[in-house]
Nanobody, 114 residues
Framework: QVQLVESGGGLVQAGGSLRLSCAAS????????MGWYRQAPGKQRELVAY???????IYAGSVKGRFIISRDNAKNTVYLQMNSLKSEDTAVYYC????????WGQGTQVTVSS
């Protein structure tokens, strides 16, 4: 069973940057595309970006041009570089396969102060 551990969150001022990491306990790259999701207080979890095995990426409109998803096959790790952060990016961020087939990790809190 693959376990996912997210890290890299924190408190940052609006306009700042953070880089999130998602480390998998086993090989994830035979699976579906991997995605980063987020859940803000009182809202449903939403997909913000995903990357397929070939490296193609798709972004939600709210983060396009500001966030970059990448993957390191050798390290079984997926990253999310977040730039020009806004207060509305405040949420707990999670990673998972695009079909959400893995158990959810604990997530990493991102708080953007205005």
């Amino acid at each position: 069973q693959v376990q996912l551990v997210e890290s890299g969150g924190g408190l940052v001022q609006a306009g700042g940057s953070l880089r999130l990491s998602c480390a998998a306990s086993g090989s994830i790259f035979s699976a579906n595309a991997m995605g980063w999701y987020r859940q803000a207080p009182g809202k449903q979890r939403e997909l913000v970006a995903y990357i397929n095995r070939g490296g193609s990426t798709i972004y939600a409109g709210s983060v396009k041009g500001r966030f970059i998803i990448s993957r390191d096959n050798a390290k079984n790790t997926v990253y999310l570089q977040m730039n020009s952060l806004k207060s509305e990016d405040t949420a707990v961020y999670y990673c998972n396969a695009l079909d959400e087939s893995y158990d959810w990790g604990q997530g990493t809190q991102v708080t953007v102060s205005s």
